[in-house]
């Protein structure tokens, strides 16, 4: 059994979520863990949908964009380079997250 300093609410929450897996640590730490994976490659897929969008817009490969915008040649009047940009950024670390949990 694990031991915590919750909340009360949160306890409650915790409380549920073991009910539903039969009390069982294991198996609800095994599929938080599952869900949040998921999550990360959902993510990664909607991103990767608004990359091809500029890319196919500017015609350029986002790493190409990424190399030139982050050196300064790169300026755009609407914010689609901050967007595409950020978005960029948001997938690498996504990246990141999801091979250190896999490995």
């Known amino acids: 059994m694990l031991t915590s300093n919750l909340d009360k609410q949160s306890k409650k929450k915790l409380d549920k979520l073991l009910e539903k897996h039969n009390n069982d640590y294991k198996s609800l730490i095994n ?29 350029m490969l986002t790493k190409d964009f990424y190399e030139r915008f982050k050196a300064g040649d790169c300026a755009d009047e609407n914010n ?15 990246e990141k997250e999801l091979k250190e949990l896999e490995t």
Not at 38 to 59: C, H, P, T, V, W
Not at 80 to 94: F, T, V
Request: hydrophobic share 35%; no cysteine; aromatic share 20%.
């Open 80 to 94: 689609d380079y901050l967007e595409w940009s950020g978005e960029y950024e948001i997938l690498l670390d996504y």
């Open 31 to 59: 599929s938080l863990y599952d869900f949040h994976i998921n999550q990360l490659k959902r993510g990664m897929q909607s991103i990767k949908m608004d990359l091809a969008y500029f890319e196919n817009k500017y015609g």
